[in-house]
Structure formats: structure tokens, C-alpha cells
């Protein structure tokens, strides 16, 4: 009798199931991205495929209010999507104003208050975020994230019970404003998809480079039109050119190479009018 190996039927690995939000990325689309420090990385992917994104235009906002103080600045500018990454709920709230400040600026720790937003303020604040955006395009659809990187100053728990909040709002927002709010588990592919430190920095707190491209690709696959990665397919090649550096920059194997890429960028300007490159 055949001996049937258990290893067949093993799995090493939880896969997160994610559901495609009812809209998809589009080339070229008009993308913002604000909140932690993930928020950075991710949205570094995007300018480097050419989206016309902007990213934490006023510095990493870590909590959702300070994510609403960058909304209310821009409100002149119109979004075809933003993205919000939470990353804590814990805020820093100035004594001689009452006001929540989205950065100390090095002052004085005497002169803050640090307090912890509940739930239903995290998502009032993403509301309002949401509603302004709504102003300038009502179409804007809205992706929000909670940040897979820990805070080891809240202590470990302490960090735990700040992500259930965040994570909370998250649904909670989703829920209530239906299909143009979608959330994306980048916070669980990380803890649970990637649950080994060979993906985090030296630190141990903060997800590394193949973690983001990880995160990259499940965004990809899961939220981008069919559109969208056509245009991945035909910018790589571009992008791979315009990143060679030559040996011999003077030959002129290198000026036929550089006039090829010219033509390249014409032909993929005619196809996409939105796309921002510099020949």
C-alpha cells in the first residue's frame, strides 16, 4: 500500500483572503497618501510607477486627526483616491491651546498632554477627512490602512490595544460610508501572512523593504485595473532604462540606447496623456 505523505497536505503559511474593493487604481490617477511612516514607503511605490501622487506633503501624520489637518490644508486640491494609514491613536495635545499638534516640533514635553482618541473620535476624524475630500471630487474613493509597525515606547500591549482601536475606526468607517471607503489589511498580512522577523529591520519593529514589496504586490493584485497593470507592464522596461548607467556614457551604442527610451516614453505618452515624465 502507497504510503501518503502528510507534508502534501501541510500548510506553512496563513495567506490573508482580501477582498477587491468595488474601484481599482487606474494609470496616472491623482493619489494621496497620508498617515505613519508606512504610508511613505507605500506611496514611494506609486511615484516610482508613475502615479501623480503626493506623500505626507506636511509630514508623517501618525494619528487621525493629524491625518484630518492635512485634508483640511489641501482642500483646494482634487483626488481621484487617498489612501490613510493609522498608525497610532495616541496624541499630543497642546496645554496653552487645547489643540491637538501633529508634530512637537522638540518642545518641551511639559507643555503636551498625551491622551488616547476612542474609537468614534478616530473615525470622526476620518469622516471629516472623507467629506472634504468629497467637496472638491464627490467620486474621491478612499482606502484606509492601519500600519503594521509597532510602538515599543506603549509597551507591547500597549501597542496591541492601539491597533484595536485603530483597527475598530477602520471598520467602523468602512461600514458606515459604504463602497467608496475600503480597507485594506495591510496590518494583517504582516502579522499574520509575514510572521517572521526576517522581514522586519534590525530594529524588530519596522516592516523592511521585502515586506513593503510584498505589501506592493498584494496591492496590486487585489486593487489595481486591468488597466493599471498593463501600464506596469509597459513602464518597466522604461523605468529600467532610465535607471542604466552606462560605462561608456560618450559611445554611441549608449546615444542609440538613449534615443530607443525617447521614442519608448513618446509611444507610452500617447497612450496614457496623464503621464508626468520628463524625456
Known amino acids: 500500500m502507497q504510503r501518503i505523505s502528510y507534508l502534501t497536505f501541510m500548510k506553512f503559511q496563513t495567506t490573508i483572503d482580501i477582498v477587491s474593493p468595488d474601484f481599482s487604481f487606474k494609470p496616472c490617477e491623482r493619489i494621496l497618501f497620508v498617515g505613519s511612516c508606512f504610508a511613505d514607503n507605500i506611496g514611494k511605490r506609486f511615484k516610482e510607477e508613475k502615479f501623480r501622487t503626493i506623500v505626507n506633503p506636511f509630514g508623517v501624520m501618525y494619528n487621525p486627526v493629524s491625518i484630518l489637518h492635512t485634508v483640511q490644508k489641501l482642500s483646494n486640491q482634487v483626488f481621484d483616491i487617498a489612501v490613510f494609514t493609522l498608525g497610532t491613536n495616541h496624541v499630543y495635545v497642546e496645554k496653552a491651546t487645547g489643540e491637538i499638534v501633529d508634530n512637537c516640533q522638540k518642545r518641551p ?21 472623507i467629506h472634504l475630500l468629497r467637496k472638491q471630487n464627490p467620486n ?75 505589501i506592493w504586490e498584494r496591492l496590486v493584485e487585489t486593487c489595481f485595473s486591468s488597466e493599471a497593470k498593463k501600464f506596469l507592464e509597459a513602464w518597466r522596461p522604461i523605468k529600467e532604462a532610465l535607471g542604466h548607467r552606462p560605462f561608456n556614457p560618450d559611445s554611441e551604442t549608449y546615444r542609440l540606447f538613449i534615443q530607443k527610451t525617447k521614442e519608448k516614453i513618446q509611444w507610452l505618452k500617447q497612450l496614457y496623456p496623464d503621464l508626468e515624465l520628463d524625456e
Open 140 to 214: 474621491v474613493k478612499v482606502i484606509v490602512t492601519v500600519s503594521p509597525i509597532r510602538y515599543a515606547k506603549y509597551g507591547f500591549h500597549g501597542s496591541q490595544l492601539s491597533k484595536a482601536t485603530l483597527l475598530l475606526a477602520a471598520d467602523k468607517i468602512a461600514r458606515e460610508e459604504g463602497e467608496a471607503v475600503y480597507y485594506f489589511p495591510a496590518y494583517e498580512i504582516v502579522n499574520d501572512e509575514l510572521r517572521d522577523y526576517r522581514f522586519y529591520k534590525a530594529d524588530m519593529l519596522h516592516p523592511n523593504d521585502q515586506a513593503v514589496e510584498y
Open 109 to 129: 514635553q511639559k507643555l503636551f498632554n498625551e491622551q488616547e482618541l476612542t474609537i468614534d473620535e478616530s473615525a470622526n476624524a476620518l469622516r471629516e477627512a
